[in-house]
C-alpha cells in the first residue's frame, strides 16, 4: 500500500501559492482559538467528550483542515502551543496568537519570490527574531517581581481559573508545598471543591480487579495500616509467593497489596480466594510509566524491597523485604500511597527517603530532555513534600469538565509564578516591552497582539487592574515557541504532505 505525496510548491507562474495556503492554514486555527483569550473569551462546543472549553490547546487538537498543505500548516502551528503546554502548562492561546502576529509581520517583509527584503534574507530575518526574543525575555525577567505571599499567588490562580474559590485552594496548597511542590487537579462527584494532601507517592496505575472495591460510591480500594509487596512481576499464579504469604499469616498480617505488572485470571481468583478466607490480598498494576524508578521511589516512602524480575526471584522474599503504608487509596487508574510519619523510625525513614532523592538530583543534573526533566523534578517534590490534590465538583458534567481544564490551567500557571516570579498581565507586559523596541523590531508590532485581542474579546477597551498577574515562564515559554514556529514558517516555500489515492482512501473507509 503506496502513499501518494502531494507536493504544493512555489513556481514561476505562481509564486505565492504555497505561501498563502501556509499562512491560511495558521489564520484559520489561531482565529478560531484566540477568541478563547482572557475573561470575556468566547467558548467552543467539543463534539469529543461533548466538551464545553475555552482551553486553547483542547481545541486546538480538534481542529482539521481538508487541504493538505493548509493542515499540515496548522499542525505545525498547533506546536505552538502543545511545546507551551508541555513545558509550562498554561499560556497555549498566547503563544497562538504571537505566532500569528509573528508572521503576519514576518511575510511583510517577504513580498516577493526571491525572499529578499532590500539586502536581507529569510535567514537573517530569522536571526533577528531570535536575538530580539531573547532580548525581550531580558526585559521580561528585568521586569519580574518574585511571589512574596499566598495572597499573590492566589491572585495568579484567580486570573487563569476564573473561580475564587479554586483560585484559593489552588494557591493555598502551591505555597505551602514550594516551587517544586506538585499540586493536581481533578474531578469529583461531589458539587463543591476541596483540596486533599497526600504524604506519600501517587502513579498511574490502579486496582487489579474491581472486586476489590470496598468503597463503592467512589469506586475505589481503600486499605489502612496496609502491607506492600513491590514487584514488577506478571503474575500467572501466586505459587512462589505461598511462603512468604505463610510467615506473614504467622506475623498476623491479614491485609496485602501485591503491586505487579499484570495478573492473569488465575492469579486474580486466587487473590479473591485469599480474601474470601480473612487474607485480604488486594491485586493492584504497576505504574505504566518510568515503572521500575517510581517501584523504587515507592520503596523509599513506605519501606521494603523492590523485586524487579530481571534482578531476582520471588523464591527470595523475605519478610524484612516487605513495606508498610499508613493509607492506600486506588482507582481504576490511579493509586495514592501514604508512608508513616513514625517517631521512633524518623530517622531512618529521612535517610531513606533523602539518599533516594540525592539519587535523581544527580540523574537530573545529567538530563538534557525537558520531559524527562519535569518528570524527575516532581518525583523529587512528591519525595521531599508528598502532594496535593485539589479536587473539581460541579452540578454538571459539562460544568465539571470545564472547570476542570480551568483549574488544570492554573495549577500550572501558579507553580510556574512561585518557580520564576510575576510579571503585569493581560499583555501589559508585552505591550510595555513593545512600546520601548525600536520601530524597525520585527516583534514591536506582535507583542500587542495578545492585549488587543482581549480588548477585541471584551468588546470595549477595558482597564485591567494591579492585581491581575500573569507567570513570568508562561510569557517565556509563549514567546519562544511563538518566535520559533512563525520564523519556521517563513522559510517555507513549499510543503508536502501524505494523501491516500481515492481508490485505497474508499478501501480504508470500509
Not at 342 to 352: A, G, H, L, S, W
Not at 465 to 480: F, G, I, M, P, T
Request: glycine letters at 6%.
Amino acid at each position: 500500500m503506496h502513499l501518494k505525496k502531494i507536493v504544493d510548491y512555489n513556481n514561476i507562474q505562481n509564486p505565492n501559492e504555497a505561501t498563502d495556503r501556509i499562512n491560511k492554514g495558521v489564520n484559520v486555527l489561531v482565529d478560531c482559538v484566540k477568541q478563547t483569550l482572557g475573561p470575556w473569551g468566547r467558548n467552543f462546543l467539543l463534539e469529543k467528550g461533548l466538551k464545553i472549553t475555552n482551553d486553547g490547546i483542547s481545541i486546538a487538537r480538534e481542529i482539521q483542515l481538508e487541504n493538505e498543505t493548509e493542515d499540515l500548516a496548522l499542525r505545525i502551528t498547533r506546536e505552538a502551543a502543545v511545546k507551551t503546554n508541555d513545558e509550562a502548562g498554561d499560556g497555549t492561546t498566547s503563544a497562538l496568537t504571537l505566532t500569528q502576529a509573528i508572521l503576519k509581520e514576518v511575510l511583510k517583509l517577504l513580498p516577493n519570490k526571491d525572499r529578499l527584503v532590500g539586502k536581507k534574507s529569510v535567514i537573517q530575518i530569522r536571526k533577528q527574531i531570535n536575538e530580539e526574543c531573547e532580548q525581550v525575555i531580558k526585559k521580561l525577567n528585568e521586569m519580574a517581581t518574585p511571589v512574596k505571599t499566598k495572597e499573590e499567588l492566589i491572585d495568579v490562580a484567580k486570573v487563569s481559573s476564573e473561580d475564587e474559590n479554586l483560585a484559593k485552594l489552588i494557591g493555598e496548597a502551591q505555597w505551602e508545598l514550594g516551587p517544586e511542590g506538585v499540586v493536581i487537579a481533578e474531578a469529583t462527584n461531589e458539587r463543591k471543591d476541596f483540596a486533599e494532601r497526600i504524604n506519600g507517592i501517587r502513579f498511574d496505575n490502579g486496582f487489579g480487579t474491581s472486586l476489590v472495591v470496598n468503597n463503592q460510591e467512589k469506586q475505589r480500594l481503600e486499605a489502612d495500616n496496609v502491607h506492600v509487596l513491590l514487584t514488577n512481576y506478571t503474575f500467572q499464579n501466586l505459587d512462589a509467593l505461598r511462603p512468604i504469604f505463610d510467615n506473614m499469616k504467622r506475623q498476623g498480617w491479614n491485609e496485602i497489596v501485591l503491586i505487579g505488572r499484570a495478573f492473569t485470571n488465575e492469579a486474580i481468583l486466587e487473590c479473591m480466594k485469599n480474601l474470601q478466607a480473612g487474607f485480604k490480598l488486594y491485586p493492584m498494576n504497576a505504574p505504566y510509566v518510568n515503572q521500575v524508578e517510581i517501584m523504587e521511589d515507592l520503596a523509599a516512602v513506605i519501606g521494603g524491597t523492590f523485586y524487579n524480575q530481571e534482578q531476582r526471584g520471588l523464591n527470595e522474599y523475605q519478610i524484612s523485604d516487605v513495606g508498610l503504608a499508613k493509607s492506600v487509596r486506588s482507582s481504576r487508574y490511579s493509586a495514592d500511597f501514604t508512608g508513616f510519619e513514625d517517631k521512633e523510625n524518623e530517622t531512618i525513614i529521612k535517610d531513606r527517603i533523602n539518599a533516594r532523592v540525592e539519587k535523581l538530583k544527580k540523574e537530573l543534573k545529567g538530563e538534557e530532555s525537558v520531559f524527562a526533566k519535569k518528570q524527575l523534578e516532581q518525583r523529587i517534590a512528591q519525595l521531599t513534600n508528598g502532594f496535593t490534590i485539589i479536587n473539581v465538583g460541579a452540578l454538571s458534567e459539562q460544568d465539571r469538565k470545564y472547570r476542570l481544564d480551568k483549574a488544570e490551567d492554573a495549577v500550572n500557571s501558579t507553580r510556574s509564578a512561585l518557580q520564576e516570579g510575576t510579571v503585569k498581565g493581560g499583555g501589559l507586559v508585552f505591550k510595555e516591552i513593545s512600546e520601548k523596541l525600536p520601530e524597525d523590531a520585527i516583534l514591536k508590532r506582535p507583542l500587542l497582539s495578545v492585549y488587543e485581542q482581549i480588548m477585541v474579546n471584551a468588546g470595549e477597551t477595558i482597564e485591567i487592574e494591579d492585581w491581575v498577574r500573569d507567570s513570568v515562564k508562561v510569557c517565556r515559554v509563549a514567546l519562544q515557541n511563538a518566535c520559533q514556529i512563525a520564523a519556521d514558517l517563513a522559510t517555507a516555500g513549499g510543503a508536502v504532505s501524505n494523501k491516500f489515492p481515492s481508490d485505497l482512501d474508499n478501501l480504508l473507509r470500509r
